[in-house]
């Protein structure tokens, strides 16, 4: 069963940067789709990103594109969420997870998550 752990959130300046670590504790099956999620206090997950582990097909939630970039370092079973220009909207703990073979959206369709890391926006 694999585990995943986030890191490199922290509290940024709007206009600002971040990239998120998702490290997973075995390689992926290579048909498996990793992917990120934000939660808001008060609000539902919501997909932002997601890549095929095999292939790095990626695939974007319409308000992160163009501003967030998912990649993967095959060797080291790590996946990354580079993200620029923050907004304060973007304030969230942000969850990775796998288990999915396709590219959804679904929360239920991963089985495996990550603790979280906080992504703190201010303005």
């Known amino acids: 069963q694999v585990q995943l752990v986030e890191s490199g959130g922290g509290l940024v300046q709007a206009g600002g940067s971040l990239r998120l670590s998702c490290a997973a504790s075995?390689?992926?099956?290579?048909?498996?789709?990793i992917a990120w999620f934000h939660q808001a206090p008060g609000k539902e997950r919501e997909f932002v990103a997601a890549?095929?582990?095999?292939?790095?097909?990626?695939h974007y939630a319409n308000s992160v594109k163009g501003r967030f970039t998912i990649s993967r370092d095959y060797a080291k079973n790590t996946v990354y969420l580079q993200m620029n220009s923050l907004k304060p909207e973007d304030t969230a703990a942000y969850y990775c997870?796998?288990?999915?073979?396709?590219?959804?959206?679904?929360?239920?369709?991963?089985?495996?998550w990550g603790q979280g890391t906080q992504v703190t926006v201010s303005p």
């Open positions: 890549i095929r582990w095999s292939s790095g097909t990626t």
């Open positions: 997870a796998t288990g999915a073979v396709t590219f959804t959206s679904g929360v239920n369709d991963y089985a495996y």
């Open positions: 075995l390689r992926p099956s290579s048909s498996y789709v």
